[in-house]
């Protein structure tokens, strides 16, 4: 027996309005569909709006579908899509690395403009490899190495420092434990989240993205404690430390550093006004 099929063809537009109507009826943005279908279609906005009234492959209408159900899902649009941007550069992202924040770039930029050339700049908790590529990218004549106790986190790290065409090496390690070399910078946006306020979250970070670029401990403060404590042996007399640090974390670390001999040299704030970067040396 043949079947014909009476389905209407549908238009792009029409297949748009539903998917933001799925979004919006779930409380979602409805413009993730937009993103999502233009992902799908390897389009433009622009180039969708203006073929609204074109034919749908049905392939395509099936991809966007279910980008559209993993969003229902709380996935990340940039788990979905598999990309984010950071620091002017695409970086591939999954769930086996944080996804680069833009106060992340503060600390970049902080870096870069600490830098001279042959420096030598360690990275502690890589993730996508988003600041120590960045870094890299930016001053050439640095040497950077990168690490990360997740071997996954680092598969994708080395994978986009090799898209990016960066010559950062990447090395598994848990904070500084393997390095016995003098570095002039040390770098790291450590996991600062106290473990019991990941679980008050919103799902799209507390169910996927790793736990252990979240938090590591009860207090939020112990990859600083283990930074500020290890991290002195590996620094040239000049060096510098420079961590990101949480929304309400100066205090703490303030007085963190000065329990450990450390120096607050610099406290660089957010367009908000909120402490995100310190910069710390040794007297
Ligand atoms: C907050 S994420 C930051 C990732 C990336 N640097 C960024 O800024 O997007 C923290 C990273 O530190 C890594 N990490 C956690 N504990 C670590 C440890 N003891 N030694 C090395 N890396 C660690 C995690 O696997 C995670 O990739």
């Known amino acids: 027996m043949t079947t014909t099929s009476n389905s209407p063809i549908e238009s792009l537009g029409g297949l748009r309005a539903r998917l933001r109507e799925r979004l919006l009826a779930a409380e979602r943005n409805p413009r993730d569909a937009d993103s999502l279908l233009c992902h799908a279609l390897g389009r433009s906005l622009t180039w969708l709006i203006s073929h609204s009234d074109d034919a749908v492959d049905p392939s395509i209408a099936g991809q966007a579908g279910q980008m559209v159900d993993r969003r229902l899902a709380a996935e990340p649009l940039q788990y979905i899509r598999g990309y984010t941007e950071f620091f002017g550069r695409r970086f591939a992202v999954d769930s086996r690395v944080l996804i680069p924040r833009p106060e992340t770039e503060i600390l970049v930029e ?8 042959g420096a030598r700049v360690l990275d502690i908790g890589t ?13 050439p004549r640095v040497r950077v190495i990168a690490t990360d106790r997740s071997i996954a986190a680092l598969a994708l790290a080395r994978s986009n420092g090799d898209e990016l065409s960066s010559r950062a090496s990447f090395v598994a390690a848990d904070f500084v434990a393997p390095f016995r070399g003098l570095f002039d910078l040390i770098v790291s946006n450590p996991p600062y989240i106290p473990a019991d306020v990941v679980e008050g979250l919103a799902a799209e970070v507390r169910c996927h993205e790793p736990r252990g670029a979240l938090t590591p401990g009860l207090l939020g403060t112990e990859a600083f404690e283990a930074l500020l404590r290890e991290g002195a042996d590996l620094l040239q007399p000049q060096g510098l430390l420079m961590l990101e640090i949480g929304f309400d974390q100066a205090a703490a670390i303030r007085s963190l550093a000065s329990e450990r001999g450390w120096v607050v040299d610099e406290m660089i704030q957010d367009l908000a006004g909120i402490s995100r970067v310190v910069v710390l040396s040794r007297p």
């Open 127 to 139: 993730g996508s490899g988003c600041i120590a590529i960045s870094v890299e990218r930016e001053m």
């Open 110 to 117: 902080a870096v870069i403009k600490r830098l001279s050339a």
